[in-house]
């Protein structure tokens, strides 16, 4: 049953690239895009990762189809008709594909047991979670622990992203500042979103709390509640108007949180070596290394939370504060 | 026996929900212009969100899951409706009159779904 499910969303999955590849508006390609990332994240979902469902639902479904919106809104809605053959790129995507076909070969089948990631790597992760850790999400264990350094160039990575978003479409223009009042109301005469928003906003922020605090317990963590409290902010641009948002969370409380989680986490990882663990190995934060672990990811966990966030609503509102002033 | 009712009844319920959803689809694949083809899909999604959802609950028994949803039910019907006023306000804005007469919207370019 679950295989014909999975088979069904794959289709769909391939329906909808090839519709946003065919499509000429944009728009219409912006909305597919978020499809697509729904779809995504089902499939997620039946393959039992539901941290990275999470993730996708919020990042892709909800906050970059807000993103490309605004990024539309500064452009132009159609795509520009090209000129000339283009058999070069067809050649390259077919040959590219063909490719990667063809090492889907020596991949090993979904779920065999006999694959080598299930040899020695993942019973070895399952089996000592609970002895060094002792959180029931080993997923969590994983990624804030045992692979903590790549979580901390995740995280470096979304802080160089935003960096790099807030260089190229510059923080604040100041000379024109002056102009945004009067337009930037949001739906702020449209009674029936604006209620059922507000009545929705509070909730958001609620369950990305929850996600935040209860990721070592059951699905979630820093990225989706940092994704999923930025929904919410944005939600709350989009009903009361973006300057308005940007009232309630200055730019300087948002940059702070880049910045910070990203320091945070870092500093938690220097802690360590100066209490003579090595970098990023939490045991030695407390008297009992299991507490010590467990402390270490929960700090780190609202690092990059708070980076995410951050990160998430500093380039939403580098993309619409441009779109008032302009 | 009242188990067995039950599950009748929430089966029931499930099937009606999914023509629900399936009248709706067959609505905006076919009604003519843009406000009867979201009248179609609007209208019958929120009655397959009740439907659904109640056998759904039905199935879960009375349990943790049931509450959530619950939840998820009451979620959908905030936000449905609202997403389907929110559509057609913007459709409204942008110039699209709402006329059962017309066939098509295609001399309006901002239209299509």
Partial sequence: MIFIFGLFLLTLLVITAIAIVRTEDLFVAVMLTSIFSL???????????????????????????????????????????????????????????LLIIYATFDKPRLGDPDAPVHQHIAPWYIEKTTEYIDIPNV??????????????????????????VLFILGVS?????????????????????QVVGRLLIPFIVLFGLYVQFHGEYGPGGGFQAGAIIATGVILYALLEGESEALRAIPRGV??????????????????????????????????????????????????VGMAVCGALLAIFHAFASREILS | MIDIALDVLSWILLLLGGACVLIGGIGGLRLPNFYTRIHAASLTDTMATILIFSGMMLQAGLSLATLKLFAIMLFLLLTGPTATYALANAALLSGLKPDAGTTSDKPKENSSE
């Fill in chain 1, 173 to 193: 223009p100041p000379r024109q500042a002056k102009k945004v009042t009067s337009k930037s109301t949001g739906l702020r005469h449209h009674l029936i979103p």
């Fill in chain 1, 254 to 303: 948002l940059l702070g949180m880049v910045v910070g989680g990203a320091l945070l986490y870092g500093s938690v990882g220097v802690v360590c070596m100066f209490m003579g663990g090595a970098f990023l190995d939490y045991s030695v934060l407390a008297a009992d290394p299991v507490f010590g672990q467990q402390l270490g990811i929960l700090i780190i966990e609202a690092g």
């Fill in chain 1, 39 to 97: 779809l995504m994240a089902a499939n997620f979902f039946i393959l039992d990762a539901a941290d990275v469902a999470l993730t996708e639902a919020a990042v892709g479904a909800g906050v970059t189809t807000v993103i490309f919106l605004c990024a539309l809104a500064l452009t132009d809605d159609k795509e520009k008709p090209r000129q000339g053959s283009r058999w070069v790129t067809f050649s390259t995507v077919g040959v590219l594909a």
């Fill in chain 1, 139 to 164: 997923v969590t264990a994983i990624l804030s622990s045992f692979r903590g350094y790549d979580t901390l160039g995740e995280v470096f990575v979304v802080f160089a992203a935003c960096i790099g």
